[in-house]
């Protein structure tokens, strides 16, 4: 089955900073991989699928890249509602799989 | 609206079983996507399982053999039957709806709002 690992798991920034995480397969999963956001207690929400779609709703601060087995979220400048976690996940295979997620923390 | 309610979790003791429903509205559930997700105490997500329009399902290797999806079209519900259940099991489960794109994309962009399984004795 394919993993999926992100880095870092966890990083502290301040509001209007530009902020990266990076979500690595196994192998190649071309660019079938998504991002979604969550805040505590809550279910998660799409934000990038297709690794560089923007989901409809979405803040254009977000935006992905990457293909093959290397992808990267990007927030263009942290805003005070985006201090959540972060999971990326491979739609690639069959068995689907998140990256075990990167906490985003107020610094 | 579409919406996705979750039902059936609950405190089980280990080795015991328990089946999680999730009602879908405003969609049909047979034309859909459907997956389970479960989320352990401060830990990230985990895939659990998919059932496909056709029937086709698959799992985690973690829970293969142990749990089953299905679906009843009469009821537009999911369900995941959960066999000899392990401490690890702990978790809120989530159902959601996968989406498939017209480019030939997945995601998921319906979720539930879950139920908690606690599996301790």
Avoid at chain 1, 66 to 80: A, E, K, N, R, W
Avoid at chain 2, 26 to 53: C, D, H
Avoid at chain 2, 87 to 94: I, L, P
Wanted: with cysteine; glycine share 8%.
């Amino acid at each position: 089955d394919i993993q999926m690992t992100q880095s870092p798991s966890s990083l502290s920034a301040s509001v209007g900073d530009r902020v990266t995480i990076t979500c690595r397969a196994s192998q190649s999963i071309s660019n079938y991989l998504n991002w979604y956001q969550q805040k505590p207690g809550k279910a998660p929400r799409l934000l990038i699928y297709a690794a560089s779609s923007l989901q409809s709703e979405v803040p254009s601060r977000f935006s992905g890249t990457g293909s093959g087995t290397d992808f990267t979220l990007t927030i263009s400048s942290l805003q005070p509602e985006d201090f959540a976690t972060y999971y990326c996940q491979q739609s690639y295979s069959t068995v689907w799989a998140f990256g075990q997620g990167t906490k985003v923390e107020i610094k | 609206e579409v919406q996705l309610v979750e039902s059936g979790g609950g405190l089980i003791q280990p080795g015991g079983s328990l089946r999680l429903s999730c009602a879908a509205s405003e969609f049909i559930v047979s034309s859909n996507y459907m997956t389970w997700v479960r989320q352990a105490p401060g830990k990230g997500l985990e895939w659990v399982s998919v059932i496909y329009p056709g029937g086709t399902t698959y799992y985690a290797d973690s829970v293969k053999g142990r749990f089953t999806i299905s679906r009843d079209n009469s009821r537009n519900t999911v369900y995941l039957q959960v066999h000899s259940l392990r401490a690890e099991d702990t978790a809120v489960y989530y159902c959601a709806r996968i989406y498939y794109h017209s480019s030939g994309y997945y995601f998921i962009d319906y979720w539930g709002q879950g139920t908690l399984v606690t599996v301790s004795s």
